[in-house]
């Protein structure tokens, strides 16, 4: 991806997490937002009756485990950013370009959301996270979390190299955080109260792939513009598949468990990106309805 001399988002922050306890059980989340410690307890209440993860009745999106930590989040001046920093700051940018423009042809403004880098664990208002659970998103404080270490494992352990590869990872966050504007991820909340595990699961896809479209449609507009070098597009459905879950699980277990996918299998997660890369449009992204 063509991305340097470029503009860089200045919606970025820091963290530096104080490293919080690890082990010893489950911990109580801090949260920042309003519901507090009650929120926690009916969620897991809720979690040991009805088999819902309590993760997802807190708003997280993409994450598997939660520890408590507490951190302060600061800006840093442009120049200090890593590398791989300075390239996320100007994904971002890119991805704020994308949607601002669509908002605003639907007569809205687009709030940005701001990224937040972390490194090894991160307080969020959707309560704690660490590296292990990879980038996430919280609409509480609609913040994107990411520890770039990530990108790493991306690489090395789930075979998905390319540049273009971690800027999907980015805009599928980026994904999360448009359906929630859109009211997308309030409504899936509330629907998955009640629901059995293996429904909110089967819910759960559908958001997933629907934040896959969405990256799509950045990377729609990254060719528009002349951004994609050769092979971008291939990094990027290339990650798709090695993170889809059928994928994982034969990697990781052995064996796949379909009634256990959250965010769909390989092929549906290639095949929403691309709808979204093709069309460039919102409305080729409805995963919500009918067939996926
Ligand atoms: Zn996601």
């Known amino acids: 991806m063509e991305w340097r001399g470029r503009r860089q988002s200045n919606n970025v922050e820091y963290s530096s997490g104080s490293g919080g306890s690890r082990g010893g059980g489950m911990r109580i989340p801090i949260r920042a937002g309003g519901g507090g410690i009650g929120v926690i307890v009916i969620a897991l209440v809720l979690w040991l009756v009805f088999g819902v993860n309590p993760l997802q009745l807190l708003g997280m999106v993409d994450t598997g ?3 408590t930590t507490q951190s302060q989040t600061t800006t840093r001046p442009k120049g200090a950013r890593s590398e791989t920093e300075q390239f996320v700051a100007t994904v971002l940018a890119d991805t704020e370009d994308a949607w601002g423009k669509r908002f605003q042809t639907a007569g809205e403004s687009y709030a940005k959301p701001t990224l937040v880098f972390f490194d090894g664990r991160v307080g969020s208002a959707c309560g704690s996270a660490s590296a292990a659970m990879g980038p996430f998103y919280c609409p509480n404080d609609q913040k994107v979390y990411l520890d770039t ?3 790493d494992q991306l690489r090395q352990q789930l075979n998905a190299p390319g540049d273009f590869a971690e800027a999907y990872v980015v805009a599928h966050e980026v994904g999360h955080h448009v359906q929630n504007l859109l009211g997308i991820l309030p409504r899936y ?3 998955i109260r009640g629901m059995s595990r293996a429904d909110a699961n089967a819910l759960s896809v559908r958001i997933e792939l629907q934040a896959d479209c969405f990256a799509g449609i950045f990377a729609h507009d990254e060719s528009s513009a002349g951004y994609l070098q050769s092979g971008d597009i291939g990094e990027a459905t290339n990650a798709a598949e090695q993170i889809g879950d059928d994928t994982l699980q034969r990697r990781g277990q052995g064996t796949v468990v379909p009634d256990s996918f959250t965010h769909g299998t390989s092929a549906q997660r290639q095949q929403w ?10 409305e080729a992204c409805d995963t ?5």
């Open 149 to 151: 270490s990530f990108f």
């Open 65 to 67: 485990d939660y520890q």
């Open 288 to 292: 919500l309805k009918g067939a996926i």
């Open 189 to 191: 909340h509330e629907a």
């Open 273 to 282: 990106f691309e709808a979204g890369y093709r069309s460039g449009d919102v």
